[in-house]
């Protein structure tokens, strides 16, 4: 993981902490796994908020900041 994505992480898990909400990443570190690089937004009573196979890094950028997913930048 670079630098920028460290900081662009950081900043995101801090915007969802303003909003009551988690960010947590996974850890596989299996390239093939569904899940490798995937994030999830969890409430204070653990349900997952936005898709339950998880989210990229835009998705939730976009989820965070009210963004339709139909304007996520890919």
Do not use: C, H
Not at 16 to 42: E, H, I, M, N
């Amino acid at each position: 993981m670079s630098s920028d994505d460290k900081v662009r992480e950081n900043r995101l898990r801090r915007a969802a902490a303003r909003q009551g909400l988690t960010l947590s990443r996974s850890r596989r570190r299996d390239p093939r796994a569904l899940d490798f690089g995937r994030y999830w937004l969890a409430d204070a009573q653990g349900s997952i908020q936005g898709d339950p196979a998880g989210l990229t890094i835009n998705e939730v950028e976009a989820y965070l900041a009210g963004t339709p997913k139909a304007d996520v930048p890919t």
